[in-house]
């Protein structure tokens, strides 16, 4: 009814009363946003003058740039007389264009923050940057905290954090968008040191500042920490957490193998009215968690959940490989090999991360023939490539199989040059079936690849004694011990109450351990 009532005012005898726009405004504000409508109205505009009014003028530029193509919003930009800031701010936004910024100079028409932000959107590259930082200074906007935020947001997308820090070393008034722009970059690059000095010395933090910090620990490989810091900020703060911060306090669950918090969140989801149904990323997690930390039937669970109550995310493939990879790890290779061909079954295309849960299955389950099937079915029936990461599977398969030659043999013909990660797999199945022979090549290889690995030399000294060359094992230790050289500690997690523990072999000096 507003669309038809707004054509109705359409007529050449109406005088162009500034009133009319504002009649117009809401009557098109309610119209199916059709073409024909920003055609007739921008028609209308210029018969009747209204085109010299830029509240009307730009508010047919927001219609065409919702319901048409640049193309066909750009010639109508071209024939207001006068366009306002908003009107620019407009072009600036959808064209990530600097022509419209220095034509709204030209003309003497002051930018407004929202212009400086588009502006710094803009810059596709640092010589754009820094040409958008410039105008801000030249203008005198660079004392304007929401100007700050998007430069440093600007610096720390192109990995030039060190811009990014003299921005902020300079804002005499910060914000919580300021620390957390930081705190978040810190993290992402691996500067966990950095990011916790600007996390402590927040005067207040909100959600997004704890789920930055405990983001930057998980990236990190610092899971003991964030899972601490996760509980500090249950005890000192009323913040409730989200979705996103429970993703990555789960990822942290588990690689310690922290069941008891895993549960704990797991419960609180029930508690709140949290369904994991209803999130593939979050259910993705809960499953890892539960078959990393051993409860592999509490993973199968949640898979079988989700499958039958969210039949749109279902088809999520990363939720399918979290399943086939736990499956596989836990030795249910059988049931792995199931859900693979489920996953088939229900139209889902694998990925590389899918076929190395798969090869892994074989391996455990000692299906070699499978195995080696799969492995050269990859490109051909589902265009994935073979990667490393598969051919090491590959290996594991037929050192666990005891076929050590046939692994060598693979290992040498890669289409690609292999990493020291398949030759250990090798070297591993070399110890296990006591093969001297294939274990002193590939062992001396690995010691060329990584002279400074204690762990290297420890290796082949286990495989001479496994055969029993006493002399040969000398020799290898005495040559460690000459190039000063260790291996690296070992270490494990325990949770204990809630709390997960790192002991040490050799260790005596854990609270826990004091009488």
């Known amino acids: 009814m507003r669309s038809k009532a707004s054509f109705r005012l359409l007529q050449p005898s109406l005088p162009p009363h500034p009133i009319l726009c504002h009649i117009l405004q809401f009557a098109v504000s309610g119209s199916s946003h059709h073409t024909l409508d920003t055609h007739a109205l921008h028609s209308y505009s210029i018969t009747t003058g209204l085109i010299n009014h830029s509240f009307f003028a730009s508010r047919i530029l927001h219609l065409s740039l919702n319901t048409t193509t640049l193309h066909s919003t750009r010639p109508i930009f071209q024939t207001i007389p006068r366009p306002d800031v908003y009107s620019f701010n407009l072009m600036l936004s959808k064209t990530m264009d600097f022509s419209y910024y220095f034509h709204m100079r030209a003309i003497g028409l002051p930018p407004n923050t929202y212009t ?25 906007m660079d004392g304007l905290v929401v100007v700050n935020n998007c430069l440093m947001s600007m610096y720390c997308k192109m990995g030039m954090l060190i811009y990014a820090r003299k921005v902020f070393d300079g804002m005499t008034t910060l914000d919580l968008v300021s ?8 993290g992402k690059i ?96 809960l499953i890892d968690m539960y078959c990393k930390c051993g409860c592999v039937e509490s993973g199968v669970k949640v898979f079988n959940k989700f499958c039958d109550g969210c039949l749109e995310d279902s088809g999520d493939v990363v939720l399918w490989n979290a399943m086939i990879n736990g499956l596989a790890m836990h030795g249910y290779g059988k049931e792995a090999l199931d859900v693979f061909s489920e996953m088939k079954n229900s139209g889902i295309s694998p990925d590389e991360m899918t076929f190395i849960g798969v090869l892994c299955a074989c391996g455990h389950t000692g299906m070699v023939k499978t195995g080696l099937d799969i492995l050269e079915s990859m490109n051909r029936n589902y265009g994935v490539k073979v990667c490393r990461e598969h051919y090491g599977c590959v290996v594991d398969l037929l050192g666990r199989a005891g076929m050590v030659e046939e692994a060598e043999k693979l290992v040498l013909n890669m289409p690609m040059e292999a990493h020291a990660t398949q030759w250990g797999a090798l070297m591993s199945a070399c110890r296990t079936h006591r093969n001297v022979s294939v274990g002193e090549r590939v062992g001396r290889r690995l010691i060329h690849m990584e002279p400074d690995d204690g762990g290297r030399y420890v290796s082949l000294w286990n495989v001479y004694m496994g055969a029993g060359k006493q002399e040969d094992a000398r020799q290898t230790r005495n040559t460690m011990q000459d190039l000063g050289l260790k291996k690296e500690t070992g270490c494990s997690f325990i949770e204990c109450n809630g709390v997960v523990h790192r002991f040490t072999v050799g260790d005596t000096t854990h609270p826990p351990l004091k009488i």
């Open 116 to 140: 400086f932000a588009l502006l710094i959107r803009c810059s596709g590259s640092f010589c754009d940057g820094t040409l958008g930082h410039g105008q801000v200074i030249k203008c005198g």
């Open 179 to 186: 620390y957390n722009t930081m705190v978040s970059t810190y």
């Open 190 to 285: 691996g500067d966990v040191g950095n990011a916790k000095k600007l996390f402590d010395s927040m005067p207040k933090r909100n959600l997004v500042s704890w789920t930055a910090m405990i983001d930057g620990y998980v990236r990190n490989g610092w899971y003991s920490e964030a899972l601490m810091l996760f509980g500090e900020m249950q005890a000192a703060s009323e913040i409730e957490p989200d979705v996103v911060m429970f993703v990555g306090v789960l990822k942290a669950c588990a690689q310690l193998g922290a069941l008891e918090q895993g549960v704990w969140i797991h419960a609180f989801f029930n508690r709140n009215g949290i369904d994991e149904n209803s999130n593939v990323v979050l259910a993705t997690a």
